[in-house]
């Protein structure tokens, strides 16, 4: 009976006490919206100090039981979190958080606030990115970050880009800067795809953000691998505590020619072709060119070539988490049609990431990303797109039966120049990449002020392309291709990377933070290249095994580059006043010989938040211009990086196997050694003020810088007597050499307002500028400077020069100083009563009679091009050739506004570059009215139909004396004579064909639709967007080719590497597409 009154007295208390909890808690509940009074969905609700919590519902609202005089805290992304005393039907408006200073942003090797940062560096968010729709994320950047240059080398489906930051620091290495995706270094060597390009098997819609680390102090913690830049991609990632949200994305549009070039239609080139003919040696006239008056327009071969290309891109992704897991899994699909023909891109992707917070002390997690994509680029742009430009209009693209026309002029059979259209439909170049990148990490926390992380990377990737030209007959006696070439290549790369990185945090008494950062790095580059070729034999198939067996050219390589790392990093703060920032890195790398390995780069930087000090704090009371600054910082940094982005092996002796004509084989060397190479370092000066006015609504970022790069790496040529030769190329291998000195200095200026933020209406701005000025400061070369040429092109003339003093990738030529319209124009007053010759060709002195008799008289005429004499001696040579600027230019800007009024956004981004020159390569073509120097005829532009045309004084065109003859009035001041014989070389490298290619390009307006939550509510969607986007909308130049962005020279015919060293020359390359996309978005 005891036992039973002890149990009833205990749960009586047990009662009495269950009831005093239920009288201590309440439920707590109401709405959480914005300033505008929009409800927020996901908002973040949480009791202070434990991990009762909730998210707010599709109308904003929330219930959470909690003790009374709770405190909870409000918080979502991109608002400033509140807490508020828990009630009933609370009203809680989030305040948007506009300002920048305590947010987080990644740099190398984690992470830190961005008011403790004491280098350059730049972030550019997904919501920046997102109104530019592209098939690769790189192309988004354009613009978005002071300091940035990218240039798109082509515009084809799928091309790729070039990035510069911060001007060019290298000759013949990469300039491209280095990638951190998922923590992991990703160069243009393992880990890449699609002609270099690292960035191309990402789905940009899984881009979170993006950090641009540009100077030393910033970049050094990545070492030998820094000298351009790191680009850190962060890619969206889970939440925890929040429920599954899923996103669906779906964009269709069209890429089309922004426009056309005047060519000489029917009847302009029937006129020309009539002249042209009867100055030929044997001249030919044909019927249809008797009466130009009745021709019609001809055939269109820009019609033909181009095309309006669909394009297509569907994203689906999950995203979400519980209490210690978060997850997202996301898949894409884009499709891009080139805008010429037989042009083409897709890629797939599938992405996923889990991290756990297994314990209070353990955290670990993994991210994969596959993707595939496919680019078919046909024939080269640089055949097909000049080649279509210049074809005839007499000449049909196809016959009325639907075949193949031939090309040629005047019945004439021209096997150089065969349909190119035809030649774009027929040829196959297929390139398919599979990549499989995987991340996996541990991080162990034993106290709280230590942080050990543990990541392994592998990444793979396997790059396969197809060639295939058929043989062919275009046309009845037309141009004839024997026998099919097949070509099968197979590039395998693999890349694996471990590192181990701790990280300690203390903050001491007095207002004293420091934070210890140390690691170690080993990564592996592995390369397994293959490549057959086979002639002859199928005409259908791509595939090799189709070619003649008896008929085949083998090659392949294996190479492997592996680096070892390690380095730290020092933070200290005192009172968020004074900021110092110390790194250093010790890298060693294969690339070099024994002794040579191991590079130390070192960094440092300052900071004082001058807006901190008691003094400031005193003048905003008293004055309300500084009560007027919210925020100015300070800053100064130096750093020394490297670059060993070169071809494996470069130091050592390379070999290959070559067959004999007795059946034996025997070894070559292909490259001669050099063990005393070593790496390229830059050294880096950086000051910079960071700026915030108007409670943060405006942000204004300066930085000046000073780059000097030392032991520049070229490939040099081998002398023909060391008997060196290669099966892969053909030809010597260059040799590498540390070579000379380089340096860029510039200013950068970044502007951010938030100009109005009324409830309805708000706009707002960003502005960006940069500038930047390169010169080489010695170069030790045998001649004192680099030439270059495009040696497709068959002249061997010099385009560009590199040389100390000047610009890297200099246009050299002559400088036309106008036209020979008459006799006077021949001879140059000296002022003395005596006159002098002016006008000569190479290796003739000027006439006193002019004769088209003889093709053996090569002398300048009436009508020719006057150039410069600028060394006086009276002939023009290749002593009066000179400097004529480079395709770098003087500055760059990038203007974006956003305007929003209710649920509409108006976004409008424009991008301007001024000062950078372009060889017109095409233009040098299609100006000079004459036919080619082997009597073949191509069209020209209509203003090459205003030619010079003679007249006579006394009437008598039987009386060709020299002060009989003058141009005729009506001629274009620029277009020369028709010369068949090419006696004055009217064509050569001259600033006619350098051309101001300064452009400001509307680049993209967005104009979207936030459909109200009220209708889609019922619906089960968070969000449901709709938008319309133009791309390339129009561009404003006074360039005469199709597009002023060109870029380096890469990878075309024998100017393989050539890179920096030929940049700005327009060979025909495919402009950038204008493109109108329609676009749906949702969350549920």
Not at 474 to 480: D, H, P, R, S, Y
Not at 801 to 826: C, K, L, M
Request: hydrophobic share 35%.
């Amino acid at each position: 009976m005891k036992k039973i009154r002890f149990w009833n007295l205990i749960f009586l208390m047990l009662a009495v006490h269950m009831s005093a909890m239920a009288d201590d808690l309440i439920t707590a509940s109401g709405v959480v919206t914005d300033q505008t009074g929009e409800t927020m969905i996901g908002c973040t609700v949480q009791m202070k100090g434990s991990q009762v919590g909730t998210v707010t519902d599709l109308e904003g609202r929330f219930k959470l039981q909690v003790p009374k005089n709770a405190m909870l805290s409000f918080s979502f992304i991109g608002y400033k979190t509140q807490e508020q005393k828990a009630a009933a039907d609370m009203k809680v408006v989030l305040q948007d958080d506009s300002h920048v200073l305590n947010e987080v942003v990644a740099v190398g090797y984690g992470t830190m606030k961005r008011s403790d940062i004491t280098g350059s560096v730049v972030s550019v968010k997904a919501d920046d990115m997102q109104q530019t729709s592209a098939s690769t994320m790189d192309q988004m950047l354009q613009g978005r970050a002071a300091g940035m240059q990218l240039t798109s080398n082509s515009g084809a489906a799928g091309g790729s880009t070039s990035i510069q930051i911060r001007g060019i620091n290298s000759l013949n290495a990469s300039n491209e800067p280095v990638y951190v995706i998922d923590g992991a270094i990703v160069t243009s060597d393992a880990g890449a795809n699609v002609y270099s390009n690292p960035l191309a098997d990402l789905n940009p819609n899984d881009v979170e953000s993006i950090e641009i680390l540009k100077d030393a102090s910033a970049t050094a913690i990545y070492g030998a691998q820094a000298a351009n830049g790191v680009i850190i991609v962060n890619m969206k990632k889970g939440k925890e505590g929040t429920a599954p949200k899923i996103g669906v994305k779906a964009q269709v549009g069209w890429d089309m020619l922004p426009r056309k070039l005047d060519v000489m239609d029917m009847q302009q080139f029937a006129e020309w072709a009539r002249e042209a003919n009867a100055l030929k040696s044997t001249p030919k006239e044909s019927d249809m060119f008797a009466n130009p008056a009745t021709l019609g327009a001809g055939a269109d071969w820009q019609d033909a070539l181009f095309r309006t290309g669909l394009r297509q891109e569907y994203n689906l992704s999950v995203r979400g988490g519980s209490k210690d897991i978060s997850y997202s899994l996301s898949g894409g699909y884009f499709s891009q049609e080139g805008i010429t023909i037989n042009n083409d891109f897709k890629r797939l992707t599938l992405r996923g990431s889990i991290d756990v917070k297994a314990y209070k002390w353990l955290d670990l997690g993994a991210t994969f990303n596959i993707g595939q994509s496919d680019r078919n680029t046909g024939m080269a742009s640089w055949d097909v797109v000049p080649n279509a430009l210049s074809d005839t209009p007499n000449n049909a693209v196809r016959l009325p039966d639907g075949s193949w026309a031939k090309s040629g002029f005047n019945g004439d059979t021209d096997t150089w120049q065969p349909n190119p259209v035809a030649l774009a439909e027929l040829t196959t170049r297929k390139n398919k990449v599979v990549s499989n990148r995987t991340n996996v990490y541990v991080t162990l926390k034993p106290w709280k002020w230590l942080s050990w992380k543990n990541e392994g990377t592998y990444d793979t990737n396997t790059d396969n392309l197809r060639y295939m030209l058929p043989e062919y007959q275009l046309g009845e006696n037309g141009a004839t291709r024997e026998y099919a070439t097949h070509q099968t290549t197979k590039t395998f790369n693999q890349y694996w990377s471990i590192k181990s990185v701790a990280t300690g945090n203390w903050k001491l008494k007095g207002g004293h933070k420091l934070s210890l950062m140390l690691g170690a790095e080993i990564n592996h580059r592995y390369r397994d290249y293959l490549y057959g070729q086979r002639l002859g034999g199928s005409n259908t198939s791509e595939a090799l095994s189709s070619g003649d067996a008896t008929r085949d050219d083998n090659a392949g390589y294996t190479t492997t580059k592996r680096y070892s790392s390690l380095f730290g990093r020092v933070t200290y703060n005192y009172k968020d006043r004074y900021m110092f920032t110390g790194t250093l890195r010790r890298d060693g790398s294969s690339l070099f010989e024994r002794g040579q390995r191991w590079g130390t780069f070192p960094s440092a930087a300052l900071a004082w938040r001058v807006s901190e000090e008691d003094f400031w704090m005193m003048m905003q009371e008293k004055s309300p211009v500084f009560a007027a600054i919210n925020s100015l910082k300070l800053r100064v940094g130096y750093g020394l990086v490297g670059n060993a982005n070169l071809t494996e092996s470069t130091f050592m002796a390379n070999f290959s196997n070559l067959a004999s004509n007795f059946g034996t084989s025997y070894k070559t060397a292909n490259m001669p050694n050099y063990d005393k190479l070593t790496w390229e370092k830059t050294d880096s000066w950086n000051i910079g003020l960071d700026l915030n006015l108007f409670d943060n609504r405006i942000e204004f970022i300066f930085d000046a810088f000073w780059k000097k790069t030392r032991d520049l790496l070229l490939q040099t040529a081998v002398p023909a007597f060391m008997g060196t030769s290669t099966k892969v190329t053909g030809s010597a291998e260059p040799q590498w050499a540390n070579v000379g000195n380089m340096s860029n200095k510039g200013i950068e200026m970044t502007l951010n307002a938030h100009i109005l933020n009324k409830k309805n209406l708000k706009w707002k701005t960003s502005l960006t500028y940069s500038l930047v000025r390169n010169e080489v400061t010695k170069l030790n070369t045998e001649s004192g400077f680099i030439d270059k040429t495009l040696d497709y092109e068959g002249s061997g003339e010099t385009i560009t020069r590199t040389a100390v003093g000047y610009g890297i990738s200099q246009f050299y030529g002559f400088q036309v100083a106008g036209r020979i319209n008459s006799a006077a124009d021949f001879l140059r007053n000296n002022g003395d009563g005596t006159s002098t010759v002016v006008a000569a060709t190479p290796n003739y002195r000027v006439g006193t009679v002019v004769s088209n008799a003889s093709a053996k008289e090569l002398l300048t005429s009436i009508g020719d091009l006057l150039y410069k004499d600028l060394n006086g001696d009276g002939y023009i040579d290749d002593n009066d050739k000179t400097y004529l600027g480079n395709g770098l230019p003087s500055y760059t800007f990038g203007w974006n506004n956003t305007f929003t009024w209710k649920d509409f956004s108006l976004s409008v981004f424009m991008y301007g570059s001024v000062g950078n020159k372009v060889f017109n390569w095409t233009r040098r073509r299609m100006d000079d009215p004459s036919l080619t120097p082997g009597g073949a005829a191509w069209n020209h532009y209509q203003r090459a139909a205003n030619y010079a045309k003679w007249a006579y004084v006394d009437g008598n065109s039987g009386n060709l004396n020299v002060w009989n003859v003058y141009v005729a009035p009506g001629a274009e001041a620029s277009i020369p004579r028709i010369d068949n014989q090419h006696s004055n070389y009217n064509s050569r490298v001259s600033d006619r064909y350098v051309e101001d290619a300064s452009y400001l390009r509307i680049k993209n307006i967005t104009l979207s639709f936030n459909v109200p939550k009220k209708f889609i509510r019922k619906y089960y969607l968070q969000s449901l967007r709709l938008s319309a986007n133009i791309q390339n909308v129009c561009t404003f130049t006074g360039y005469t080719g199709y597009d002023p962005e060109v870029g380096s020279q890469n990878g075309q015919y024998s100017m393989t590497g050539q890179g920096m060293l030929m940049y700005g020359v327009d060979t025909g390359r495919v402009p950038s597409p204008r493109s109108v996309i329609f676009g749906i978005e949702a969350t549920f």
